[in-house]
């Protein structure tokens, strides 16, 4: 018998697939970020790799829409999880959380799914690089190798905008003060006028680098933040020589404007692939409403090729489980690996999930 108040203990685990969990507590974390803390209504145990995500089913004026988010929590605390969401100014679905998911409130997630994680690429030292809101999948990390007293040697470098968006301020300087094992450093880009910051200033470079995580080398490294901090990281890394099999990065919903800053850079690594293969070999990839085109080499996705020309279609899992990047084929043979995130009737009708279709031949969609 338990008191109504406690949650009964359940050893029933969580598979992947849909589940319909409620908002149980929303925290505060700084002025534009809220952590949404989630549980079943019979609790049963979260288990998933730190570092993974899920997707969010919800309905937005009538229409439904799935969003991906990393699992901030640690599976070391199993009956509950929790995604931290930023408000994005014009962010429909983030605006619409902020606004509209408090505790009670019920809805579906997807999940967990994704190859980012510290359980599929274990490694003795591992040096933690965040931009912003991408510090969630990171901090579960941080939270599972903690709680568990592993003897991973973590090196943690967040950065953010000023010492107020910091996000998780509080925990990161408690388990820094805890166990030698794990090294905090943070870089503010600036800080307003009454605020006081000791810490390093700027933006990461190379000798910043150099100078926090000397041994930098060494590690396994797990990248989470804007594209165009994941842009700058791996310019670091590859111009210091590391080995880049080592370097993992995750982030979710490019804006359109990083898709075209993107795209250029895609283009040109696109040119030099092309230029190395024979042409009988490429693909055309026709996009009919917007009348582009773009040619790819084989094993490339749909979702690619539209970057490739500046287009941007939705896109939150990656992995063939949402439907989000859901669009019509008129014509062409792909071969579609899904995780369950489009029904056989839909595929009857001809539509794919560009994220996960790869052409093999010629292909006409209608986007
Ligand atoms: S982005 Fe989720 S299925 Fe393609």
């Excluded at 969010?56 to 929590?73: A, F, H, K, N, P």
Aim: charged residues 20%.
């Amino acid at each position: 018998m338990t008191a109504a108040f406690m949650n009964p203990i359940n050893t029933q685990t969580w598979t992947s697939g849909r589940h319909v969990v409620r908002c149980v507590k929303v925290i505060q974390e700084t002025e534009d970020v809220r952590t949404f803390c989630f549980s079943a209504e019979m609790p049963v145990m979260y288990f998933f790799k730190p570092g993974q995500f899920i997707t969010l089913e919800l309905e937005i004026d009538g229409q439904q829409v799935m969003r991906s988010y990393t699992i901030s929590s640690s599976p070391s605390v199993p009956y509950s999880f929790s995604v931290t969401i930023k408000r994005v100014s014009d962010g429909l679905v983030s605006n619409w959380i902020h606004d509209n998911l408090v505790e009670g409130f019920e809805l579906a997630v997807h999940g967990p799914v994704g190859e980012f994680n510290n359980i599929d690429y274990p490694a003795e030292k591992v040096l933690l690089l965040s931009g912003g809101v991408g510090i969630t999948p990171l901090m579960s990390m941080s939270r599972w190798c903690f709680d568990t007293n592993s003897a991973v040697d973590m090196a943690f470098v967040h950065s953010a905008r000023t010492p107020k968006d910091i996000i998780y301020r509080r925990e990161l300087e408690y388990m820094d003060s805890r166990i030698p094992s794990f090294n905090l450093s943070i870089i503010c880009e600036g800080y307003d006028i009454g605020e006081s910051w000791c810490g390093y200033t700027g933006y990461l470079n190379s000798n910043m680098l150099h100078l926090i995580t000397p041994d930098f080398m060494e590690r396994e490294i797990f990248c989470c933040g804007p594209a165009a901090y994941m842009s700058a990281i791996k310019t670091i890394l590859k111009e210091s020589g590391f080995p880049m099999e080592r370097y993992h990065e995750e982030s979710f919903g490019s804006s359109p404007e990083e898709v075209m800053d993107d795209a250029v850079e895609q283009a040109e690594f696109a040119q030099d692939q092309l230029n190395n293969i024979d042409e009988s070999a490429l693909h055309l990839v026709e996009f009919t409403k917007t009348g582009k085109g773009s040619q790819i080499v084989p094993g490339e996705t749909v979702h690619e090729a539209a970057a490739k020309v500046g287009l941007h279609i939705p896109k939150a899992c990656g992995m063939g489980i949402c439907g989000t990047c859901k669009v019509y084929k008129k014509s062409g043979e792909v071969v579609m690996t899904h995780n369950g995130g489009i029904t056989d009737s839909d595929v009857e009708e001809g539509y794919i999930l560009s994220c996960c279709s790869v052409p093999q031949g010629d292909v006409a969609v209608e986007y």
